[in-house]
């Protein structure tokens, strides 16, 4: 289910990929000091901030750092949060049970049981309160990472997987405190809520580039996990960190880099998303 055959089930085409197109040396992370990756100014960007285009212009990144601007929280937001907390509560919970002796099946069986007063201190915690179904979603995302979790265990005899793995990117103009919602062995993992979109791979090289520049290892592969349909769906997307990517991250960064060292507005689009959180100041 989610064990180490899966995951080489997953990353096959990708050792395929790899070999047809293997990474440049220029566009691996530890050639920090050198273009095309050395930043024009070290701003300490986030990677989504970089990565994720919602806003064809980026004015929603010119409103926050030159304006000084917060936009609103949606709902699509805060469920992303729940997902991202519930990923993170049930790989800790099952890593302190395994460091405890406790059996894979009784992982399962413990998680799933405290399902409902996890998720309930999580939505205290976010200071959210059931709207919109946050907890039903909650406890049905519990339950299938519990058991994801005790699938692994299970197979592996190892804990789950490294998550809010913190690096720093500062070599590549990005912010000290990166964090990676999750490392498992040979490849960087990232939680998202709602479907797949290419910003989202582009997102992942961001992440193993500050690796690469900070651990100076090589990371070419990497997982999306894409809680889909309202939490009934999870998919795993599996992504070779390639050359095109890697460049992709970089071209948003500089783009980035050149509109905030000038600081002028970069205007509007044409259409805006309806979820822009933004769009209070813009339209
Ligand atoms: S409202 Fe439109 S212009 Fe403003 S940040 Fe959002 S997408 Fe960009």
Partial sequence: MFGPA???????????????????????????????LRPRAYLGLGVSEVACQYCPTRRDVW???VQGVRGEVNGGMVR??????????????????YAGGVEAADI?????????KRVKHILEDMGVSNVDGLYELGVKL??????????????????PWYVEYTVD?????????????ALAPGLVVEVKYGSWREDHGVALAGYAL????????????????IVENGGGEIRFEPVYIGNS?????IQRRDEIIDMLLSSADPGKPSRCPDTCPYKKYCL
């Fill in 6 to 36: 899966m995951l080489g089930r997953l990353l096959r085409n990708l050792h395929m990929l790899r070999a047809r197109d293997p990474v440049e040396e220029e566009l691996r992370g530890w050639n920090w000091s050198r273009p095309p």
């Fill in 63 to 65: 409103l926050r750092r």
């Fill in 80 to 97: 992303g949060k729940l997902v991202h907390m519930v990923f993170q509560d049930t790989a800790r919970m099952a890593s302190r049970l």
């Fill in 108 to 116: 399962a069986a413990r998680l799933v049981g405290e399902a409902s």
């Fill in 142 to 159: 519990y339950k299938r990472f519990a058991l994801y979790w005790a699938s692994w265990i299970e197979e592996t005899r190892q804990p």
């Fill in 169 to 181: 990117g500062w070599l590549l103009g990005l912010s000290r405190r990166l964090r990676v919602d």
């Fill in 210 to 225: 500050a690796l690469e520049a900070s651990h100076e290892y090589p990371v070419d592969y990497g997982v999306v996990i």
């Fill in 245 to 249: 990517l890697r460049t992709e991250f």
